[in-house]
């Protein structure tokens, strides 16, 4: 066999300029194989996923597992460029659609029908999922959803979305002079208040700085949504909506347009807590969670036998 055609026939993988998502192999294409998300599970029982804060990852759930794991299989992922789960696709914008996507194999080995519980970007996430995947979605737990398209089809701005817009301006321009860290304090100190990023402990700091390049992505998808409020009316299924009294104005306004909309909603505001309540006060509001994930699941065949006898 002659040794250049050889060579030739088994080229190095190259990026296509044709096709995005394509690898060009000597003659021959291959599409780039689809990133997977990575996810954490524990217990059994009837499904519930999910899905972290912007600049978190899935270890934020994990004190929810260890209470509902005994009921319940509990599933927590990643999202794009989070923990352990790749990073945004480079050849187009991510979406939200895009995250659940990703997330379909997390949402199948759930089974059906799933709770979905989601947390500021991963509320969104949720949100989108519960919408597109009706029927598979038993419930719907949120804190604070950060759909800031709700928003501006409220109102054009300037409206309640205009400090997470300032902020993300501001994270910008840290970032174009090469200081992720005064990027990730402008965010944090914006949803955490300030002098939040500065007692943050030295190993969050940096975890949160390395993802921190994503925050124009994770801001873009949510304002630029298309999923009109009408769609949320829709939605046939218990959800949990849970606020901070001290949050900022954005996450509160969606808060406040998607409890007028949601159909079988149940609004609980936690006084002195802000957006970060998950995080800061996880007991609190990990509590009234299992509450609701508790009252809205099926009954085990044990207790079907009690309430029968």
């Known amino acids: 066999m002659n040794t250049a055609a050889a060579d030739a026939a088994v080229a190095p ?10 690898i060009e192999l000597g003659s021959r294409f291959a599409r780039a194989p689809a990133p997977v998300a990575f996810f954490r599970e524990q217990g059994s029982g009837p499904g519930v996923v999910c899905l972290h804060s912007s600049a978190g990852s899935s270890s934020q759930w994990r004190g929810l597992m260890d209470s509902l794991s005994a009921r319940c299989h509990v599933l927590a992922a990643d999202s794009y460029g989070a923990g352990k789960t790749p990073a945004w696709p480079a050849d187009r914008k991510a979406s939200l659609h895009d995250e659940v996507a990703l997330l379909e194999p997390v949402f199948a080995r759930a089974g059906d029908p799933f709770t979905l519980v989601g947390h500021s970007y991963g509320g969104g996430i949720a949100l989108i999922a519960a919408v597109s995947r009706q029927q598979r979605v038993r419930a719907l737990v949120l804190y604070e959803p950060t759909l800031f398209c ?3 089809e409220e109102m054009p701005p300037p409206n309640e979305a205009d400090g997470i817009r300032e902020t993300i301006a ?3 321009a840290a970032l174009a002079a090469a200081d992720p860290d005064a990027a990730a304090e402008r965010f944090i100190d914006y949803w955490a208040g300030a002098g939040a990023w500065a007692a943050m402990p030295e190993a969050r700091r940096e975890s949160i700085a390395a993802q921190i390049v994503n925050a124009e992505a994770w801001a873009d998808a949510l304002l630029t949504e298309s999923t009109p409020l009408d769609a949320f009316s829709r939605l046939r299924i218990p959800v949990l909506l849970m606020v901070g009294s001290k949050s900022p104005a954005s996450s509160r306004g969606v808060a406040r347009v998607l409890a007028s909309a949601l159909p079988q909603v149940t609004v609980v505001e936690f006084d002195g807590l802000g957006h970060m309540g998950p995080l800061t006060h996880p007991e609190i509001v990990n509590e009234v969670i299992e509450n609701f994930v508790t009252y809205h699941q099926p009954l085990a065949r044990a207790d079907l036998a009690r309430v029968s006898a």
Request: glycine content about 12%; aromatic content about 6%.
């Open 13 to 22: 993988a190259s990026p296509s300029r044709l096709w995005p998502g394509v």
């Open 150 to 152: 709700l928003l501006d």
């Open 170 to 172: 501001g994270v910008k």
